[in-house]
């Protein structure tokens, strides 16, 4: 009994993305919203008819109504799949909560809610055993009913939970125990997972599809879906992971040569993919600069930052390196040579004012430097 369907799981829809500005922002939530599309394309391309949500559709339990109904006009709008959401942490099913409400109003009729722990035929011998979230943690596995859970002989068992498997790591957000072991012990011939944000397996025929649209700074396969193949009861599932993101987040460590700090940065930044707007790079600076290297560091941020959609940095890591030859780009006398002075002494006696003076030492040395190209640059 062959069988296809998509795996996807922590939408989170309404998510607010508040460390970045406004415009960012709106174009992150919009971009969770459009993987809906992406994941109904990668469904059909693979000839899946049905698209299985691991939980936390929804960023919160209260939500504006449009936010709320935004994502269901998405899934009607691909009427060729089935769409089965079950909640999550984020999201869990409470008396009078969002998915009560969801379920009273009227759904699109490709879209069905697993609210309740009871095997679900969505195909003839095809089952889906569902574990959703009554809260937002529990010291009980959801999934241990499903040991337990009867279907008829030979019929393909799909497990559906949202929540940690235990010894896997500490990457999930739920404070929900799943056995390692569950798809097992439940005779499952597959576990859809949810909570872990990036795409990886958890154990026996048990995956995390991880988020379809990245939202952290994470080297963690985010920004996928994935295709499951069942080729009948007992048999191992084939999984085929396909992209789904629309932006990549990268984190990058960088550790500054007091000599050619600009040159470090730039070789660091070469081992990323290309510079665009569908790129959001967080920067972690350390080492140390003299003056004028701070501010040709700071030059050079300024340079990237519009290629990208977003761009996260701290000089403040950076210490001012106060060696000889630090203060070449001041003027060998006058006041600009006496403040320098003066503040390059106070980041050297390392008091209390040291990290103030020489955040000033570096702005100094920038606005030096840009004096002097623009000097250059007169006719």
């Known amino acids: 009994m062959a069988f296809t369907l998509l795996h996807t799981a922590d939408w989170q829809i309404g998510k607010q993305f508040g460390s970045f500005d406004a415009e960012v922002q709106g174009v992150l939530r919009d971009a969770r919203l459009g993987a809906i599309d992406r994941l109904a394309m990668a469904a059909e391309a693979a000839g899946a008819r049905h698209v299985l949500v691991a939980g936390d559709v929804y960023e919160a339990e209260t939500l504006p109504a449009k936010t709320v109904r935004q994502p269901l006009e998405k899934m009607r709008a691909h009427p060729s799949l089935s769409w089965h959401l079950l909640p999550g942490n984020h999201d869990p099913h409470r008396p009078g909560g969002l998915w009560e409400h969801l379920a009273s109003s009227t759904l699109p009729a490709n879209v069905d809610l697993m609210l309740a722990p009871d095997p679900i035929e969505i195909e003839t011998g095809i089952f889906v055993l569902p574990a959703p979230l009554r809260s937002k943690s529990t010291g009980s596995d959801p999934t241990a009913w499903m040991d337990r859970a009867e279907t008829p002989s030979g019929a393909l068992r799909i497990g559906l939970a949202h929540g940690s498997v235990r010894n896997f790591g500490h990457e999930g957000e739920a404070a929900t125990p799943i056995a390692e072991d569950r798809a097992l012990t439940a005779r499952l011939d597959y576990l859809a997972l949810g909570d872990w944000h990036g795409a990886r397996q958890a154990g026996p025929r048990a995956w995390y599809s991880g988020t379809p649209e990245p939202d952290r700074f994470l080297d963690n396969d985010a920004g996928m879906a994935l295709i499951v193949r069942l080729a009948g009861h007992g048999e191992a599932p084939a999984i085929e992971r396909v992209s789904t993101a629309r932006f990549s987040w990268h984190r990058l460590a960088v550790a500054l040569d007091a000599g050619e700090p600009v040159a470090a940065l730039d070789e660091a930044l070469a081992t990323l993919p290309a510079a665009s707007d569908r790129m959001l790079l967080e ?97």
């Open 283 to 379: 920067l972690r600076l350390s080492g140390a600069a003299t003056p004028a290297g701070h501010g040709a560091i700071a030059r050079r941020l300024a340079e990237l930052e519009p290629r990208l959609r977003a761009l996260d940095h701290d000089l403040d890591r950076v210490s001012i390196a106060t060696g000889s030859g630090s203060l070449d780009w001041a003027e060998s006398t006058g006041e600009l040579r006496l403040v320098a002075e003066r503040l390059q002494s106070m980041v050297a006696g390392r008091g209390s004012e040291a990290g103030k003076a020489g955040r000033a030492l570096a702005r100094l040395a920038a606005l030096a430097a840009g004096a002097e190209q623009s000097r250059q640059g007169e006719p």
